[in-house]
């Protein structure tokens, strides 16, 4: 309680200096998700996902209102222009009766070395710039999580920061324009499967909630949040197969003062982190399954973050153990974290993932498993076999003949995967009539079959052309029926047999993507199984030529 009671006075002390400071400032915000990447580039998992989190962490936080909040996704570069030109008029309106306003622009996405990629369509560096430091506001801060988002100083010549000091911006000055890149110019910036978000926006946004307020003054300055993401993200992707990532830092300020960009202590909730708590601590709000925090906490410090009200899972990780705590947090008021009186949680090693494992995960493709179902139209082939069965008056009677086939795979890579497929290959009727009587012969052959698939996405994952080989073991089940006269009575005989032999198969065709994780599917495939034969050494072919069309449901990286 001592804990809580102290946060709080630090709080009620600063807030009148926090109110003067900033009561006559108009705060504005873009914040642009753009999953969608251009030619060569995979679609992001979590650009959307960071942007949105951005908003309501701005909206809760920053002092920014709902309605100064301008969201695009996905947007085309004249979206962005239209919407920055919209915010230039109510900024000028600012400035034309001598009030400060500020902007905050926040992009995540991807990026070449010159330009933003907006889906096919690419927004340059150097405009970008432009539009943004004609902005009429008294302070603009410029958020790019993108690879190479670093080059975006270097537009106007400047030099990025490659490493962080502190001294370099703990004489930032309030008025102008700062800019907050991901990673350097030369770097490729990075999701993270496990945390469903990047590195450098999961600490910032961390950071921003009050794990970044180094002086516990209830308001987090640009230097502060630079700092703390900065570290955390570097370490963080030190230890991935992609390389470390070294957010930078570029000002262009006037005028003395630091730039405060969150107040943790106007959250609605707040969760107490004392001094002797150390270890992982990973945050989720439950029901959503969303990860609010995660940081790594030493001894020594206390943290404060701030969170929306609700129910929380708060996970306390040691070097050999781990404590599951369920807290609530309830409005206006802040709660304790203690793990002492939390259940453990069992760690066992089969469910450990080394770091590596983890990045493999986190570098599937977009797409992972698959599911395909189909009907299957089938054209039989005639050979020795099936013109012995027309020498006993037997025709066939239906030329095409339609089933069932369905496939399950997993894919090892954007363009390889592996794939295990059942259905049905070929089948056959026929009907005979000899002297007052009748026969029939059907049989239908199914395969079951395992085999790789490659693939070739055209235009994203909207239409892929793919080829298949596979092999397995085709049954056929047939039958030969004919009556029987007793007496006076007339039965139906069957004489039923399957015969078994291997399958080959190839298939060619190409997916159609109605949505992320929904789309249909048309294929041919050939397939040679000889599982059917007579007393004579022939031996039918069973396959040929089949004809798919059905739909496709697929699972993706991060989550449907």
């Known amino acids: 309680m001592g804990f809580t009671w102290r946060i709080w006075l630090a709080a009620l002390l600063s807030w009148p200096a926090l109110t003067l400071a900033d009561a006559r400032v108009h705060s504005y915000a873009l914040v642009i998700g753009s999953n969608l990447g251009g030619e060569g580039q995979n679609e992001l998992a979590f650009a959307q996902r960071d942007a949105e989190n951005v908003a309501s962490v701005l909206r809760e936080l920053g002092r920014t209102p709902a309605e100064h909040i301008e969201r695009l996704n996905d947007p085309t570069p004249a979206q962005v222009e239209q919407t920055l030109t919209k915010l230039r008029t109510r900024l000028e309106a600012h400035a034309s009766a001598g009030e400060q306003s500020q902007l905050i622009f926040y992009y995540s996405g991807h990026a070449r070395a010159s330009a933003l990629s907006l ?58 324009v700062a800019v907050m890149a991901s990673s350097t110019g030369s770097e490729f910036s990075q999701e993270s499967r496990e945390l469903g978000s990047s590195y450098f926006t999961h600490h910032l946004l961390v950071s921003l909630r009050g794990a970044g307020d180094r002086d516990r003054n209830g308001r987090v300055s640009l230097d502060e949040a630079y700092a703390y993401a900065y570290q955390h993200t570097l370490a963080d992707t030190a230890r991935t197969q992609v ?110 993932k080394s770091e590596g494992q983890q990045l493999n995960a986190d570098k599937l493709a977009l797409e992972s498993w698959f599911l395909e179902l189909a009907q299957v139209t089938s054209y039989g082939i005639d050979d020795a076999y099936t013109r012995r069965v027309h020498e ?109 032999n291997v399958a080959l198969r190839a298939t060619a065709g190409i997916n159609v993507g109605l949505s992320r994780h929904f789309g249909f599917l048309g294929a041919a495939t050939y397939s040679f199984a000889p599982t059917l034969h007579n007393d004579l050494g022939e031996r039918h072919v069973a396959g040929a030529w089949n004809f798919l069309a059905g739909i496709r449901i697929n699972g993706a990286v991060g989550g449907w």
């Open 119 to 176: 889906g096919s369509a690419e927004l340059p560096l150097a405009e970008l710039r432009a539009s943004l430091m004609a902005l009429p506001s008294t302070l603009t801060v410029v958020v790019l999580d993108a690879c190479q988002s670093g080059a975006f100083s270097r537009v106007k010549g400047a030099s990025p920061a490659s490493d962080f000091s502190v001294q370099s911006v703990q004489k930032l000055n309030s008025s102008g």
């Open 243 to 352: 390389g470390s990532q070294h957010a930078t830092l570029e000002t262009a300020l006037t005028g003395q003062g630091d730039v405060p960009l969150s107040y943790p202590v106007d959250a609605d909730a707040q969760l107490a982190i004392s001094g002797n708590i150390s270890g992982k601590i990973l945050v989720q709000q439950v029901g959503q399954g969303a990860v609010m925090a995660e940081l790594v906490k030493a001894p020594g410090a206390p943290l404060l973050i701030a969170l929306p009200s609700g129910h929380y899972d708060v996970l306390v990780r040691g070097t050999k153990s781990a404590r599951s705590c369920q807290v609530s947090l309830t409005r206006g008021a802040v709660a304790s974290l203690a793990p002492e009186q939390c259940p453990e949680v069992a760690l066992p090693e089969e469910l450990a």
């Open 392 to 500: 006993f008056d037997i025709s066939d009677s239906v030329h095409v003949k339609y089933g069932f086939d369905a496939s399950l795979g997993w894919m090892l890579s954007r363009y390889v995967g592996v794939v295990a497929r059942y259905g049905l290959i070929d089948a056959s009727y026929g009907h005979g009539n000899r002297v007052n009587s009748w026969h029939d012969f059907e049989w239908r052959t199914r395969a079951v079959t395992g085999g790789v698939r490659g693939r070739l996405p055209i235009f994203k994952r909207w239409l892929v052309l793919f080829g298949e080989a596979d092999a397995g073991l085709a049954f056929t089940r047939s039958a030969f029926r004919y009556p029987v006269t007793q007496g006076n009575s007339t039965q139906t005989h069957s004489n039923e047999e399957t015969d078994y």
